[in-house]
């Protein structure tokens, strides 16, 4: 009880990274183990939150008894009484029968020539299988490890349709945008292909709600990158000249670490101008956070309150900007 309470509270520091729900009830355990104690039961439907992911091989987790085993008792060493010497010694014993004329064929078998290898041999060349857990907070305050492939990301049908097979790791909303009566978001997702990687993702991408064609789409994607939790919403400072920091304003937006070829890690930050922009005005240096486990401590969390959205822009804006435009692409200015 005293490490739930531990993990608790460590979980309630921790980024969120999205909201998911389950088809079916499921259970949360208290370390990334199958054969762990579950100590509460998600009912299905119901949306708990997700705040990090991990990767363990399937074995047994290492339980300590609950009641110590009594101390062994020392055997006082029995006194055997001396054997009596008898009276008449025994007879000698007889001479062992002789083997049949066939013992040779007798001793064969059916056994091919090459024997299957041995049940160990077979456990220490194919390697274990792994399960992929979530870290998850439900909405009583409790937290503790359930099977990812359980979980489903709550974000809008709309979008997900285009996850094109991927497992989406993490969404945020970044803002939102009316169309008429209703209120379309901005969403920022995180993706990552079939199979087992040492990375969270291996991709994220900006949706955007097209007022023209009343539809999602993509405003910025990067692909092909090793990318790591926690993804962090924030304010950015960024310039549209050159990317300068003279003249830098600060704008909603978000920072993702990513490790590059040099294989050192660097976050890198995504500002949204407007509803329909996304820029990067550059990398810092990023730290290597500890493994989550069920018994380690987890960093302290930098995510802020969800960014508000963008200022609509009026419409005399909007046309200064089409013009300009349209001088850069003729005069190149």
Same mark, same amino acid.
């Given at each position: 009880?005293?490490? *739930? ?15 998911? =729900? %389950? ?6 355990? &208290? ?5 762990? @104690? ?15 992911? !991990? ?34 010694? @025994?007879?000698?014993?007889?001479? @062992? ?7 040779l064929d007798l001793s064969k %078998? ?15 060349? &194919? ?19 359930? *099977? ?23 969404y945020f909303p970044l803002g ?29 991408? !900006? ?23 926690p993804v962090l919403l924030q ?24 490790? /590059? ?12 101008? &407007? ?8 990398? =810092? ?11 380690? /401590? ?36």
């Open positions: 009880m005293a490490a *739930l309470r531990e993990l608790s509270a460590r979980a309630a520091a921790m980024p969120v990274q999205g909201q998911a =729900t %389950t088809y079916s009830d499921l259970n949360v355990h &208290t370390q990334p183990a199958r054969q762990s @104690p579950s100590f509460v039961q998600v009912k299905e439907k119901e949306k708990m939150d997700v705040l990090t992911h !991990v990767a363990t091989s399937r074995a047994d987790a290492p339980r300590k008894p609950l009641i110590a085993p009594p101390p062994k008792k020392a055997k006082a060493a029995a006194r055997k009484p001396a054997k009596k010497e008898a009276r008449y010694p @025994p007879p000698p014993m007889p001479k @062992p029968p002789a083997l049949p004329p066939d013992w %078998t059916d056994q091919p020539d090459e024997a299957a290898p041995a049940a160990e041999e077979i456990d220490e060349k &194919t390697p274990a299988p792994v399960d992929e857990w979530s870290l998850i907070r439900t909405a009583s305050g409790q937290s503790g490890w359930v *099977l990812t492939r359980r979980l489903m990301m709550a974000i809008p049908d709309e979008v997900a349709q285009y996850a094109e097979g991927h497992r989406i790791v993490s939102e945008v009316r169309d008429g009566d209703e209120k379309k978001r901005t969403w920022l997702w995180t993706t990552i292909g079939q199979g087992e990687q040492p990375y969270d993702f291996d991709s994220f991408r !900006v949706f955007v709600w097209s007022q023209r064609r009343h539809r999602y789409e993509t405003a910025y994607i990067e692909r092909n990158l090793k990318g790591y939790a304010e950015v400072e960024f310039s549209a000249r050159g990317r300068v920091k003279v003249g830098a304003v600060k704008y909603p937006g978000f920072s993702i670490c990513i490790e /590059k070829k040099d294989g050192q890690r660097y976050r890198r930050e995504y500002a949204l101008p &407007t509803a329909e922009q996304c820029g990067s005005p550059g990398n =810092t240096p990023a730290k290597r956070p500890a493994p989550p486990a069920a018994t380690a /401590k987890a960093p302290a969390s930098t995510l802020s309150a969800t960014a508000p959205a963008p200022p609509a822009e009026t419409f005399t804006q909007r046309a200064k900007k089409r013009l300009r435009a349209i001088a850069r692409r003729w005069f190149g200015r």
